[in-house]
């Protein structure tokens, strides 16, 4: 079977490091047409430079990136530097990118690449703010019905909120364009917070990744050392959610995932439950179903999978 074709729009943040390093790792699986950078954990130019300096700590310096919003659709712009530190990637000492940005706007690359390509065969990968997401369906309506798979990591329902009470950080950040996304009628899978917060990087995981002694699982090492300080004080769990490699793991396994076909809805107006996912995931509503929201996996085998695909880089 031929890879999958996918453009990971992200805003990295540790975690979107993570995720990225995983699909790159992975050229049997996950053909990575490109990077879009949108601004989410720390502001665009940050997440632009992090996305480069991923791609070359893999040396996959081929894989293009773009630049993509800014802000969101309607608000002003909520950022996480009390998580993932002032650059998004504090823990490991990285170089700075030498590869550039590519020229154009990251909406239009996800626009052009889903013409481009035969139609349902291009997946979409959101790790952060749906903002480039819902600008590209706002700007071109019809690619969505040319869009494989949305496959996101936002959201959270049983496990509330992770920057309100009950709102999980990605789709806080630009609700609307989130209500944009899941009105859509594209296939979505959601992995919330519900199955992030079960993988969870204990000292023996991180240990594994410290193990492989190459740059790449020293790198990622650090990166979890850094940040799960901030989860552990907070949850008082035994390691911090490694969130967003969750989105590629279940591309490349899904049978490690559990989850129900469901309907998910956005709050956007109320000022107490702005950026909910609200999910009906006892079926009491009669709204149709719209989306895949993920609530279990297989946390050890989501961590040999993880460790095993790094260690190729």
């Known amino acids: ?17 993570v995720a990225i390093l995983l699909a790159l790792a992975s050229p049997e699986d996950l053909d990575v047409l490109g990077l879009t950078a949108v601004a989410g954990n720390v502001p665009l130019d940050l997440t632009s430079k992090n996305a480069r300096i991923i791609c070359e700590l893999a040396g996959k ?6 630049e993509g919003c800014d802000r969101p659709l309607g608000r002003d712009l909520v950022t996480a530097e009390h998580v993932h530190g002032k650059t998004g990637l504090d823990g490991p000492d990285l170089p700075d990118p030498i590869m550039a940005v590519q020229d154009g706007h990251a909406v239009d690359f996800i626009i052009d690449t889903i013409r481009d390509q035969p139609s349902g065969t291009v997946t979409l990968c959101p790790l952060g703010p749906l ?11 019809d690619i969505s019905e040319r869009i494989q798979q949305i496959v996101l990591m936002g959201g959270a329902y049983f496990e509330v909120g992770n920057i309100t009470p009950t709102a999980e950080f990605n789709i806080y950040v630009d609700p609307e364009a989130a209500d944009i996304v899941f009105k859509s009628g594209i296939d979505i899978v959601v992995l919330p917070l519900d199955v992030t917060h079960k993988a969870l990087v204990t000292k023996p995981r991180n240990d594994a ?5 190459t740059p790449v699982g020293i790198a990622v090492a650090q990166m979890t050392d850094f940040f799960e300080r901030f989860d552990k004080e907070k949850y008082g769990s035994a390691g911090a959610p490694l969130h967003d490699p969750c989105v590629t793991a279940y591309l490349i396994q899904p049978d490690l995932f559990r989850g129900r ?6 709050e956007t107006t109320s000022e107490l439950t702005r950026g909910m996912t609200v999910a009906d995931w006892w079926g009491v509503t009669d709204r149709p179903r719209n989306a895949t929201f993920i609530g279990d996996l297989d946390a050890d085998g989501f961590f040999a999978l993880l460790t095993d695909r790094l260690a190729r880089l």
């Open 61 to 66: 310096v081929d894989v293009p990136v773009y």
């Open 1 to 17: 079977m031929a890879p999958r074709k996918i453009i990971i729009d992200t805003d990295p943040g540790q975690d979107d490091a």
């Open 261 to 266: 076909h469901i309907n998910v809805e956005i």
């Open 131 to 141: 903002t480039n997401i819902a600008t590209a369906l706002q700007k071109a309506p």
């Open 209 to 213: 990744f410290r193990a492989l002694d």
